[in-house]
């Protein structure tokens, strides 16, 4: 490839490029949508749907709270662990926006049996690698090992579990980390922001999901050593939190560690609910965003979506697909394929911070384009109103159902796949610490079965309306 | 690809490792329960515990034939969910083409997705799609690759798809025209990104008029193109010797061999195997591109280097491993997590045919960039006059042969281990014996490699940033170079 940069992406941190898992490959974007002309017949006779595949699943709380999930997976000799934590930047005080994303970063500034720098470096000597990332409703903390590795790293995730050990030190190189970071996602990138930060911003209505999450740069130097006490002291508590372990390990012995060095930490007063509703939109919302890095035009779109594990949740991320998903899907052939606005359309549901699955409040479908001057905003509006009213009117039929369902079978699939399981301990962990049900993971598929043509129809109905949309354009101010 | 992480990196990883390394016994201490949030630290500490033997990790199996046009074929069984990745690898892209054809092997490449002699460019994505599959074709410096993947039931025909686009494309005039405004989008967009801006300078100066030296291409070489251009490159630089064929994940092997056997059985055997070798050249030069009132500096120094057919390449690796190339490396430690200059640094090295060469990249505060210059080279000096200790050596030997079973666990991780042997024209042992190698590696030979691969002084230096506040800090960093720092 040429070296282009990943519109919206994050900047690689560079030795996992080249792991990338595989994904040079395969975009995160599952496949996706509809056929718009009879398609022609495959060559040959599909086969049965592919061998069954069943994830295993033990789930367990202990006395504090910590609820536990074990998946194993004897694929590689390689250990995944996961801690998530029930707070994400929905959920930070009003007046240090960006504090949850800060936050995680003090997590790796030390605790009682680990200074600074050495948990990062206990992870990498033992031949692993790690991260954190923050997100709407969780912050999560997660390893992958060499699977006889796997004790020395339920130790060190339990260790900064317990407390944190920081200093005003830590705290102030990290505010300067946080704002480079803000500053090379963001500041100094054409379409910086643009639309995962500006459009939670303008479509919703409460503070808690319209809020700058990365964090204006004054509120990040506000932050001191108290509010992190204050922060860990919510929400940082094993009754508030969720331990995933997937790969090569056996239960029994797993399940002792997890006893060993998790069990005595205290729980806590469990925290405050935020209130998250958003009202019903009623009129459509358009903006303008001027960005003095960019060259070209773009817009993006957003629906609020139903309620999370609704029917009408899983026929949206049906539309999804058959929408906008994939080569295939009625946008991409409508917008690229036929009209040459773009090389490409896209978005998803929580995209580019997430996916369909781990979430838990207000969320939107969302989809962006960048093209040329020669193209006016309105003409892709009303290509996005065909789409979907054709959908509405000629409906959809059990074909176009089955497609769907084979582009999210399949994603699933690499969801669950991947040498550092990292997605199938997303999975669990968010299912654990959402619905108290990590087993779901096996019977989700069913849930999109149940989908029907009518169903479909309520959902564009309520759903894909222009009052419940937001569009945010940019308009650029450098030179070509 | 990725999602955006806001998060401590910017991106996901993992890893493994072979060797148990020695360590302290540990201290058999309870843990006392302690009061959440601890301010101070607890004295004694404790030691982690050390956990078990290593298990063993062998490479996966392969099966691998050559068809009559020499064509080769890889498949890998591999996983337990029921996908199937494939990759056409094919060696003609940037390197090949002509200075009268800049970008001919992209446009091809976008060409080859607008459909074959009997399906649309629309039937295509509907019955790959189908599928529950993804396909997507990209031209690079050295190769034109497919990347491919579906649900396992439907790996032969997938396999026949992929030959039949490569074998009978349709390359469509009508398509021209909108292909090469997206190219036009395209480069105008990398463009405007202070990283492409930097990497484009720093290839410039080494590569020079080499191809991989080249600027994106400007309006007028894509507009300048021509569908006999594209038939041409074409026809002279794909065929049976220079295309490999891999499959990783779980499939039946009878039929898919069938399948990838009679659909690439009419390709031509076409050109052999040739890629102008690159001479990169360093000269020191310092070179800055003004972006007004940038809030940071984007840094990119480097210099040639080796490929991976150099007997040199692994301790270059690990070197850089302890250098800059990990999250616990010198360089990251100093100017992320000592001096807050810097929120992604990261050095690498990037391999081309029989040339290579390594560069540390940062996004640094601007008022920073002299001192993070600065920082960089004086670790490199350290490390070239003082070698590691065993112990943080021995942990970067972990990393490296973690991150190696990681590579190798994923269907699409393996088959870009065999097309870098296919390419670098490796032998097998290159990966077989990859994580003794790396073990082997003596603290003593990492200041030599330093010594011999790394030097500060010729480093050619690229900054873009706010020209007003860079210059006088790179006019004093070059007052000082040539004396020790």
């Not at chain 1, 043509?453 to 945010?472: A, C, D, F, S, V």
């Not at chain 2, 976008?110 to 009997?118: C, F, H, N, P, R």
């Amino acid at each position: 490839m040429r070296q282009l940069p990943e519109l919206r992406h994050s900047l690689l941190w560079g030795p996992a490029v080249a792991l990338a898992l595989g994904a040079c490959s395969q975009q995160a974007t599952s496949v996706v949508t509809a056929p718009a002309s009879p398609a022609a017949p495959m060559a040959a006779t599909p086969a049965p749907a592919g061998p069954a595949f069943e994830i295993p699943v033990e789930y367990y709380t202990l006395p504090n709270g910590l609820r536990v999930v074990l998946s194993p997976d004897h694929t590689a000799p390689t250990a995944t662990v996961a801690a998530y934590y029930a707070v994400g930047f929905r959920t930070e005080p009003r007046n240090r926006t960006g504090f949850a994303h800060l936050f995680e970063h003090l997590m790796f500034q030390g605790s009682q049996n680990l200074g600074k720098a050495e948990f990062i470096q206990l992870i990498q000597k033992n031949g692993g690698a790690l991260n954190g990332s923050t997100r709407f409703d969780f912050t999560n903390y997660f390893e992958v090992v060499p699977s006889n590795k796997l004790e020395t790293i339920l130790w060190a995730e339990a260790d900064r579990m317990r407390g944190l050990a920081i200093n005003q030190g830590n705290l102030t190189n990290q505010q300067g980390v946080v704002k480079s970071e803000v500053r090379v996602n963001v500041l100094n990138q054409p379409y910086g922001g643009f639309p995962w930060l500006d459009m939670p911003q303008k479509a919703n209505k409460n503070w808690n999901n319209a809020h700058n999450f990365y964090g204006d740069l004054k509120d990040l130097d506000a932050a001191n050593l108290a509010d992190t006490k204050a922060f860990f002291k919510t929400y940082y508590a094993p009754n508030n939190a969720v331990l995933a372990v997937v790969g090569d390990f056996e239960p029994a012995e797993a399940k002792a560690w997890v006893e060993k060095y998790y069990g005595n930490i205290p729980s806590a007063t469990p925290p405050p609910k935020p209130d998250l509703t958003e009202p019903r939109q009623e009129q459509e919302q358009r903006f303008s965003k001027d960005d003095k890095l960019a060259s070209k035009p773009a817009l993006a779109f957003a629906y609020h979506m139903p309620e999370r594990n609704t029917p009408e949740y899983y026929a949206l991320i049906m539309l999804d697909q058959i929408l906008l998903q994939g080569n295939d899907s009625r946008l991409y052939q409508a917008l690229v394929q036929k009209r040459g606005y773009s090389d490409g359309v896209s978005g998803g549901i929580n995209s580019d911070l997430g996916n369909q699955f781990n979430y838990n409040g207000p969320m939107l479908w969302m989809g962006s384009i960048i093209y040329d001057p020669s193209v006016q905003a309105d003409s892709v509006v009303s290509v996005l109103d065909q789409e979907i009213s054709r959908l509405a009117k000629t409906g959809i039929d059990q074909a176009t159902l089955d497609l769907a369902m084979v582009k999210i079978r399949s994603a699933f699939y690499d969801q669950l796949s991947g040498s550092d399981n990292f997605g199938r301990a997303d999975l669990l962990a968010a299912f654990a610490l959402f619905d108290n049900d990590p087993a779901r993971i096996n019977r989700i598929e069913d849930e999109f079965r149940k989908v029907t043509p009518e169903l479909m129809q309520k959902t564009i109905r309520e759903y894909l309306r222009p009052g419940n949309r937001t569009i945010i354009t940019v308009n650029p101010l450098a030179k070509s | 690809m990725n999602k955006l992480i806001i998060g401590l990196l910017g991106a996901a990883l993992v890893a493994t490792t072979v060797d148990a390394q020695a360590q302290k016994p540990k201290a058999k201490s309870k843990i006392p329960a302690r009061p959440a949030a601890a301010a101070t630290p607890a004295a004694p500490k404790e030691s982690p515990p050390e956990g078990s033997a290593p298990r063993d990790f062998a490479l996966p199996a392969k099966e691998e034939f050559t068809l009559d046009n020499s064509l080769k074929a890889r498949l890998v069984p591999y996983g337990q969910v029921p996908k199937v990745t494939m990759m056409v690898a094919i060696q003609a892209g940037n390197v090949h083409e002509a200075a009268n054809e800049v970008a001919v092997a992209d446009l091809l490449a976008k060409l080859l997705q607008e459909g074959t002699a009997s399906r649309s460019a629309t039937q295509l994505a509907e019955q790959v799609a189908r599928m529950g599959g993804t396909l997507s074709i990209s031209a690079g410096l050295d190769q034109t690759t497919l990347w491919a993947s579906c649900l396992s039931e439907y790996a032969p025909q997938l396999a026949a798809l992929m030959a039949d686009v490569v074998l009978h494309p349709a390359l469509p005039a009508s398509e021209l025209p909108r292909l090469k405004t997206d190219l036009k989008r395209q480069m105008n967009l990398a463009r405007s990104y202070p990283g492409t801006q930097a990497r484009q300078k720093y290839s410039a100066a080494i590569y020079g008029s080499h191809p991989y030296g080249r600027p994106l291409p400007t309006d007028a070489q894509l507009d300048a193109l021509t569908l006999e251009q594209v038939q041409s490159f074409y026809k002279n630089q794909f065929g049976g010797q220079r295309t490999s064929v891999y499959v990783a994940g779980r499939f039946d092997a009878p039929a898919l061999r069938q399948a990838i056997g009679s659909a690439w059985k009419d390709f031509p055997q076409g050109p052999a195997p040739r890629i102008e070798i690159a001479k990169p050249l360093t000269k020191g030069d310092v070179l800055t591109l003004d972006r007004p009132s940038a809030p940071q500096s984007t840094i990119v120094v480097g210099l040639p280097a080796v490929d991976p057919s150099n007997p040199d390449f692994i301790r270059l690796r690990v070197m850089n491993s302890l250098l800059g190339g990990s999250f616990g490396s010198r360089i990251t430690r100093n100017i992320r997590e000592d001096k807050g200059y810097t929120y992604s640094p990261y050095s690498y090295v990037e391999t081309h045919y029989r040339t290579g060469n390594w560069t540390e990249n940062a996004d640094v505060t601007t008022a920073d960039t002299y001192n993070s210059l600065r920082e960089i080279m004086s670790e490199v000096e350290r490390l070239q006059k003082t070698p590691p200790t065993a112990e943080e050596l021995q942990g970067i030997q972990n990393y490296e042969g973690g991150m190696f079973v990681l590579r190798n666990s994923t269907p699409g991780g393996i088959i870009g281990q065999l097309n870098t042997l296919d390419l670098h024209g490796l032998p097998e042992t290159y990966l077989t014996e990859q994580v003794r190698n790396i073990n082997a590696v003596t603290p003593q030979q990492v200041s030599e490699t330093a010594r011999k691969y790394m030097r500060p002084e010729a480093m050619t230096i690229v900054v873009v940033g706010d020209k007003k506040q860079i210059d006088p800090q790179l006019k004093k960093f070059q007052a000082e170079r040539k004396k020790p720092l």
